[in-house]
Structure formats: C-alpha cells, structure tokens
C-alpha cells in the first residue's frame, strides 16, 4: 500500500502543472460548497435576529375596517385577556429627516416606555422614555446606532436635537438615548433603500398627529399558549366589545418569521446543490487527466505487469492518484471556503458559525467524486495486456 501510494506521489509531481490545475478545480468546488452553505446559513439567523429585533416574535393586532380603530378601551380589552402577558401600542408613520445636509428616510415608530417587554430595544447610550414622558407626550426620541453614524460619524448623539416630521408638523426631538436593533445587517447590505427606525413615545405621535388611535397593537401571548388560537380570540373579543364583525385582525408574526425561514432554508439547500455540481465538473476532470495519464503510461504498465504486477496492484495504484488529487483540493477548498466566509462576515459585520456538518460534507463529496472518476480509468489501466502494453515500449 505504501509503495502504490510513494509512487502516486511521484507520478503527480512529475505532472505538476496538470495536478496543479486538477488540484485547483476541486479547491474551487469545496470552497463554493463552504461558502455558500455559510453565507446561507449567517444569512438566515441574520433575519431572524432583525425579525426578532423588530418585535416579529408575537401577535400583532391591526384594525381592518375602515370605521374600525384601535384605542385605548381596546388595549385595557387585550391586557386584561388571560393569555396575554404584554400588550403595547404602536403608532407607525413613514417620514424623513435632513440633518446637516443629509436627506434620510425613516420609519417613525410610537411605543410606549416598556415596549422593550416586547421589541428587542437595546440601549448602546443613554436611556429609554420615562413613564413621566409618555404621560406629558414630550418630543424625546430614540435612534438607532446606524442613523447616528450616518448623521455625526459617531454612535453616542445622546442629548442632541434633531428635526422630525410627524403627523406633517417638523418639530426639533431631543434624543435621550441610542439604540441597537436586531443584527443591522440590512443596514450595512443595503442600507440606502430601506428606512432606518426613530422611536418616540405613542402619546407624541397621536398629538401630533392629531389622533387617539395606535396602527397596531403588539401582544406576547403567556408561555404554553398557542398562538394562533390566542389570536383569534383576540380578534373575536375586539369585535364583540365594539359590535363590529371581522373588523380586527391578529396576525402570528411569529408564524410568518418561520414561513420566511422555511423559504431561506429552501433557497440554501438549492444554492448548495449549484456548488455540489462544481463538485461534479471537477470530478469529470479528475477523470480526464486521469484516462490521460493512462495512455501515458501504457508502456509503464505493461513492464510492471511483465515483472509480475497483478491487477489489483494497478488499479490501487491509479486510484491512489485520484484520491490523493481529491485529498489536496479537499484541503486547499476547505482553508479557502473558511477564509472567504470569516472575512466576509467581518466586511460585513455578522457572525458566521463553522459548522463540522459542512466540512464533512463538502470533504465527503470531494473524496467520493475522486474515488467515483477515478474507479475507471483505473480498472481500464489494469486490463491492459502486458503484450499489448509492450508495444509501445
């Protein structure tokens, strides 16, 4: 076995720039594999973190019917449901703010001074509303890090005034705190064509606006309670309390975050099978340069069948070639493949996980497709007939 394998090796070396080049296409089909599969994969906990970070973890109540609204009496009705644990208002509005010559699209967000019971609010500086802030309905705000970034270069703004326009009134907003949502990978892909997010208390919203209704309602159905069933009687509830029908909706976000991830998890499996068949092409390589290698060397092999080599000494022989190709470009794709992934999540500020599921897999798929194009090149070297090997000699 050694020999076989010793002489494997000096028949590559000899063809290096073949090997070479053999070698290379299997490297490229590892590393796309790799890359791919991570990508995929950091992709789709980067959603799920920016789903969760947006308060996607629950039921959101919205008021369907053009007389319908949702007010305070409906809040007090979902608070005092039993399979409720938080309730919380939110306005929403699209607008706009330009600051020091920059024009940025927002989404101002009314909550209350305990939505983070709800939406992941982390605070990087300073703090959130007071209770006292909501009940006066003062013009205080929250933005989040990427907006701050974008307007002074610098994360911490706390205590800043910038003008906001609400309810189509721009007034100056005092920023009381810097927030953290969710993964920020959109922001940092995309970041020009989606709206970052300002927060301010509910209470401002709607007297600026001049309203007393909310655009949604956020619950967190208690633990153990299915929550498509804890929507609907939500949903009943509100209609009985104001005599409508089918006039409010609760939908299950939580169910459309895993529908999204279901569809994530679909187009990762179909974009691994696209680098799966980079595997394939580099396997039919391997074959070529290996049938090559075989008319090569038919002179060779029929002097060492002549002095007594067998069959199976042949074919073992060949097939160690081809392994060993797939061995080193299992190696250089998987050093290449985790290169790409650490270095692009860092340009891209997300976390990648190496999972040994993807090198076992790409490594699994390099070494079969080498074993698989090299079997028969191989057998075709050990039916060649010494005399008619000779020949050539």
Same mark, same amino acid.
């Given at each position: 076995m ?6 494997a090796?000096?028949?590559l070396?000899?063809? #290096? ?34 789903? &969760? ?25 979902i ?12 306005t929403?509005? =699209?607008?706009h ?6 024009y ?10 305990n939505? &983070? ?5 982390q605070?990087? %500086?300073?703090?959130?509303?007071s209770?006292r ?10 933005? &989040?890090?990427?907006?701050?970034e ?19 009134i ?15 990978l ?6 020009d064509?989606?709206? =970052?997010?300002i927060?301010?208390?509910y ?5 600026l606006?001049?309203t ?6 956020a ?10 069933k804890?929507?609907? /009687?939500?949903? &009943?509830?509100l ?31 179909i ?8 595997l ?5 390589? /391997? ?9 090569? #060397? ?7 069948k002549?002095?007594g ?11 160690a070639e ?8 299992c ?6 493949g ?8 860092? %340009? ?6 190496? #999972?040994p ?12 497709s ?8 191989? %057998? ?11 020949r #050539?000699?």
């Amino acid at each position: 076995m050694s020999d076989c394998i010793k002489s494997a090796f000096r028949n590559l070396k000899s063809k #290096r720039a073949r090997t070479f080049l053999t070698v290379t296409g299997i490297a490229v089909g590892v590393a796309s594999v790799i890359v791919i599969a991570n990508i995929s994969l950091a992709g789709t906990g980067a959603v799920t973190a920016e789903m &969760d970070g947006l308060g996607l973890d629950g039921i959101c109540v919205t008021a369907s019917g053009s007389s319908a609204k949702l007010n305070e009496n409906d809040l007090k009705t979902i608070k005092s449901m039993g399979q409720v644990e938080f309730a919380e208002p939110v306005t929403m509005e =699209t607008t706009h703010i330009s600051v020091r010559g920059a024009y940025i699209k927002t989404v101002l967000c009314g909550i209350d001074f305990n939505a &983070d019971k709800i939406i992941s609010i982390q605070v990087l %500086y300073g703090r959130t509303f007071s209770r006292r802030e909501v009940a006066n309905a003062q013009n205080v705000c929250l933005i &989040d890090e990427n907006l701050a970034e974008k307007i002074y270069r610098r994360g911490n703004i706390s205590g800043k005034t910038i003008p906001i326009e609400c309810g189509g009134i721009e007034q100056d907003f005092s920023v009381v705190g810097i927030v953290k949502t969710g993964t920020s990978l959109l922001q940092n892909i995309i970041g020009d064509y989606i709206p =970052t997010f300002i927060y301010i208390p509910y209470t401002t919203a709607q007297s600026l606006a001049g309203t007393d209704s909310f655009s949604q309602i956020a619950v967190k159905v208690r633990a153990g309670i299915d929550t498509d069933k804890a929507g609907s /009687i939500i949903a &009943d509830r509100l209609d009985s309390s104001n005599g409508t029908s089918e006039a409010y909706r609760a939908n299950n976000l939580a169910k459309q975050k895993n529908s999204l991830i279901n569809i994530l998890n679909i187009v990762t499996i179909i974009l691994s099978s696209i680098g799966g068949i980079s595997l394939l092409v580099a396997g039919l390589s /391997i074959m070529t340069v290996m049938l090559v290698s075989v008319n090569e #060397r038919t002179s060779e092999i029929g002097v060492k069948k002549a002095l007594g080599a067998t069959r199976g000494m042949i074919m073992l022989e060949f097939l160690a070639e081809a392994v060993l190709i797939s061995a080193m470009g299992c190696l250089l794709g998987i050093a290449a493949g985790f290169a790409i992934s650490y270095f692009g999540a860092l %340009y891209y500020k997300i976390s990648v996980s190496f #999972r040994p599921a993807i090198i076992l897999l790409s490594a699994g798929l390099a070494l079969m497709s080498g074993i698989i194009f090299g079997v028969y090149p191989a %057998y075709k070297a050990s039916k060649l007939k010494p005399v008619d090997a000779l020949r #050539r000699y």
